[in-house]
C-alpha cells in the first residue's frame, strides 16, 4: 500500500480553468491550500469526447471474415457508408469530435492503376489491407474507402460535411516521422514537391534531405521464417525484392540496409534536422519560451530558415484545414523535435485556434515541453493512467498508484488524453484485457471524471467488442488495423445501414446505454470542468469499509458539486465515504442532510449527513461499477 498522506490539504487540487483566444487548451492552476470558499471557475465550452473509428471497418456489414481475405471476400467499409444516421447516433452517444483513423491514401495491395496510382509492393506492405500508418499520399485519401477511385477526394470532402451537419469535427492523423517506401503524391498542389524527390542521396545526412540513407547499399527485404507477405500467397510483386538504392533509413529508426521483420520496414524515417548523431540542425527556442502564447512562436518561426520537411508538413496540415479538418492526431510525436512541434502546431492555431491537436507521446518527462514548448492540445495518457487503472482492472494494481499518477499530473491534467481502448491496446472485453466489458464501467467513470481533458472511446467499445478473432496480420484482442474485416458487434449495431442497435443483444444494447449517459452528462456537466479533490488518500484512513478497490474524488463548479466513486471489486461494497471539512467547506455545506442523485443511473440517491463540520455517506456500490453523485439543492 502507498503511504498515506496525514493531510488532505496536500491532495487538495483547485483547477481554475480557462483559455485566452491564443491557448485553446485548458491549465490547471493547482493550490496548496484548502479553499474557505468555492473558487470563481472560468469554464471552456465543452469537455470534447473524441470518438475513434477505423475507417476501413465501421461500415463494413460483410460477415466472411476470412483470416488474410481480399478485399472482394471479406468487403471494405467506405466512406459513403457512413451515413448521415450513423453519424447521429454518434453524436448522440456524445461525441464532439470523430477520429477517421486510416482515411489518408497509405499503401495498399490493390490495383489502381487505372486510376494512374502505382501499385505498392506486399514485400513491404503489413497486411493485406497496409498499415494506416504507411502514408503513401498526404494530399489524398485510401482509394479502397471510395465507391469511386477517381472521386476518393470529393467523397471525403463530402463525409467532411456529413460530419460537419451532424454536430462533429474532423479529426485525422498525420503521420510525421515516417512515410511509406513508395511514396508518390499524385493529388499534390502545384508547386509542392514529394518527400525525397530533391534529396542528395550521395550522404547520409544533409539538412534539407527527407530522407536519411544507407550510402553505397541497396535496400534488402528483411527475412523472417514466421512471416511471408499475404501469407505465402503467390502475387507477381512478392519475390522477396524491393527497389530502393541507395536504402534509407527505416522508420524507427533502424539504420541497416536489410532491417529486421520486428521494424518498421514498411516504412522509412523522415529528417527533420535531427544529425545522426542527434544534435539539432535548426534554431531552438528562447528561454521563457514555455509561457508564451501561439502567436509568438509563429512570430518567432516567421523570419527563421527551417529543414525542407518542416515546410513540407505545414503545407500538408494547411491543406487539410482547408479542406475542413478540425484536428489532428499526431502519430509518434514523441519521435520528433520539439521544435517543429512549436513551428506546426502555431502555424496551425495562426490559420483557426479551435483546430485540436492531439499526440501520441509515451514518454512522461517530456510531457511538458510538449504542451508548453510544442504547443499540444493534448497527450496520450497512456503510461499514466490507463496503465494504472487497466492494472487495477485487472486485479494487478491498487487505485493507490492511481492517486499517485494524478498528482504527478496535477499541473497538466487537462491535457491529459484519457482512454481505455484505441487502435493499439487490447479490447477491455478480450481474455487478454479484463475478459469482461462490464469491467470498463468503473475505469471508464474514473477515466472520464478526474479532469477537463478529452475522453477517447474507440469504436465498439461501448458494445463490449471482444477482437476475439485472428484477422491474418491482425491478432485477436486487438481489432485489426492490417486487414479487410469487419468487427462483429459493430456490424449488428449497424443493422444494415439503419444504425439502431437492432441486432445487439441486451446486454450491448445496456453498456451502449451506459456509454452514452456517461459520455453526454461528461461534455455538459460544469463540474467536470472545474474544481478537484482527492478523495481517496482520506478515505483510506478514515473511510469506514473504504479500501484500495475503491477510488473517489469530488469535483465541482460554482453551480454543480460532485462526488465520484468507482467500485473494481466483482463484488457488492458496503462502505461509509467521508466527505473532509475542506470541501464541505468549499461547498459551503452547514450541518444538515443533503440529497446525491447519481447521474447515470437518476433512480439511485444517497443522503450526506454533515455534523460537526464532517461529512458521510452511507453506500451499497454495485460491483463493477461507477457513481456520478450530484448534489441536490
Not at 498522506?5 to 496536500?10: G, I, M, P, Q, W
Not at 491535457?415 to 481474455?431: G, T, Y
Request: hydrophobic content about 35%; proline content about 5%; glycine content about 8%.
Amino acid at each position: 500500500m502507498m503511504k498515506l498522506k496525514t493531510l488532505f490539504a496536500a491532495s487538495l487540487m483547485l483547477s481554475a480553468l480557462g483559455c485566452s483566444q491564443e491557448e485553446q487548451a485548458p491549465r490547471d492552476m493547482g493550490s496548496a491550500q484548502p479553499p474557505t470558499a468555492p473558487q470563481a471557475v472560468t469554464l471552456v465550452e465543452e469537455k470534447p469526447v473524441i470518438y475513434q473509428v477505423m475507417t476501413r471497418l465501421f461500415g463494413n456489414t460483410n460477415a466472411t471474415n476470412k483470416p488474410w481475405g481480399t478485399i472482394e471476400e471479406n468487403g471494405v467499409g467506405k466512406f459513403n457508408d457512413i451515413t448521415p444516421q450513423a453519424l447521429e447516433a454518434i453524436r448522440k452517444l456524445g461525441a464532439t469530435h470523430i477520429w477517421y483513423t486510416g482515411a489518408l491514401h497509405h499503401a495498399v495491395v490493390g490495383d489502381y492503376t487505372q486510376y494512374g496510382i502505382s501499385n505498392d509492393d506486399p514485400d513491404v506492405v503489413k497486411g493485406r489491407a497496409g498499415s494506416p500508418y504507411a502514408i503513401k499520399d498526404y494530399y489524398s485519401v485510401n482509394p479502397d474507402l471510395a465507391e469511386n477511385p477517381a472521386e476518393r477526394l470529393q467523397e471525403f470532402r463530402d463525409l467532411i460535411k456529413r460530419s460537419h451537419d451532424a454536430g462533429l469535427k474532423v479529426v485525422i492523423d498525420i503521420v510525421p516521422n515516417h512515410v511509406a517506401r513508395a511514396y508518390e503524391s499524385l493529388d499534390k498542389p502545384e508547386g509542392v514537391r514529394d518527400f525525397g524527390a530533391d534529396d542528395d542521396k550521395t550522404v547520409t545526412y544533409a539538412r534539407d534531405n527527407n530522407f536519411y540513407y544507407v550510402v553505397g547499399e541497396d535496400f534488402k527485404v528483411p527475412e523472417s521464417d514466421e512471416y511471408q507477405p499475404l501469407n505465402g500467397e503467390t502475387h507477381p510483386l512478392v519475390d522477396g525484392k524491393f527497389e530502393e538504392s541507395p536504402a534509407k533509413w527505416t522508420g524507427n529508426g533502424a539504420r541497416a540496409a536489410q532491417p529486421d521483420i520486428n521494424d518498421w520496414y514498411e516504412t522509412v524515417k523522415i529528417n527533420f534536422g535531427v544529425r545522426p548523431d542527434d544534435s539539432k540542425d535548426f534554431p531552438e527556442l528562447p528561454e521563457g519560451f514555455a509561457d508564451k502564447g501561439f502567436a509568438e512562436h509563429a512570430a518567432f518561426w516567421a523570419d527563421k530558415d527551417v529543414p525542407d520537411s518542416w515546410e513540407k508538413f505545414r503545407d500538408i496540415v494547411h491543406y487539410w484545414q482547408d479542406m475542413g479538418v478540425d484536428g489532428f492526431r499526431y502519430d509518434m510525436a514523441g519521435m520528433v523535435p520539439v521544435e517543429f512541434w512549436s513551428y506546426l502546431n502555431s502555424s496551425i492555431k495562426a490559420r483557426n485556434p479551435e483546430t485540436l491537436l492531439l499526440a501520441e507521446i509515451y514518454t512522461p518527462e517530456r510531457y511538458r515541453d510538449y504542451i508548453h514548448l510544442g504547443k499540444m492540445d493534448y497527450l496520450y495518457d497512456k503510461v499514466g493512467t490507463y496503465d494504472t487503472v487497466r492494472a487495477v482492472m485487472e486485479g494487478k494494481g491498487s487505485i493507490d498508484q492511481v492517486v499517485e499518477i494524478q498528482d504527478s499530473l496535477a499541473d497538466i491534467a487537462p491535457h491529459m488524453l484519457r482512454f481505455l481502448e484505441n487502435h493499439d491496446e487490447q479490447r477491455i472485453a478480450s481474455p487478454e484485457f479484463a475478459g469482461d466489458a462490464e469491467m470498463g464501467k468503473p475505469g471508464m467513470v474514473v477515466s472520464t471524471a478526474l479532469s477537463a481533458a478529452p475522453t477517447l472511446v474507440y469504436f465498439g467499445q461501448e458494445l463490449a467488442e471482444p477482437a476475439s478473432e485472428d484477422a491474418g496480420f491482425g491478432k485477436a484482442s486487438r481489432t485489426t488495423i492490417f486487414d479487410y474485416w469487419s468487427v462483429p458487434t459493430v456490424r449488428r449495431w449497424v443493422n444494415e445501414g439503419k444504425f439502431d442497435g437492432g441486432q445487439l443483444t441486451d446486454e450491448e444494447k445496456a453498456l451502449r446505454e451506459f456509454y452514452q449517459r456517461l459520455l453526454n452528462f461528461s461534455t455538459n456537466s460544469e463540474a467536470l470542468r472545474g474544481a478537484f479533490a482527492d478523495l481517496h488518500v482520506f478515505n483510506r484512513e478514515h473511510g469506514e469499509g473504504y479500501g484500495e478497490q475503491q477510488y473517489a474524488f469530488a469535483r465541482w463548479s460554482d453551480s454543480e458539486k460532485l462526488l465520484v466513486i468507482a467500485n473494481f471489486a466483482k463484488e457488492e461494497k458496503n462502505l461509509t465515504l467521508q466527505v473532509p471539512s475542506e470541501v464541505l467547506s468549499a461547498w459551503q455545506l452547514e450541518d444538515g442532510r443533503y440529497r446525491l442523485v447519481d447521474q447515470l443511473d437518476e433512480t439511485t440517491e444517497v443522503e450526506l449527513v454533515v455534523s460537526e463540520g464532517k461529512g458521510k455517506i452511507q453506500l451499497a456500490l454495485a460491483p463493477v461499477n461507477g457513481y456520478i453523485l450530484q448534489l441536490q439543492r
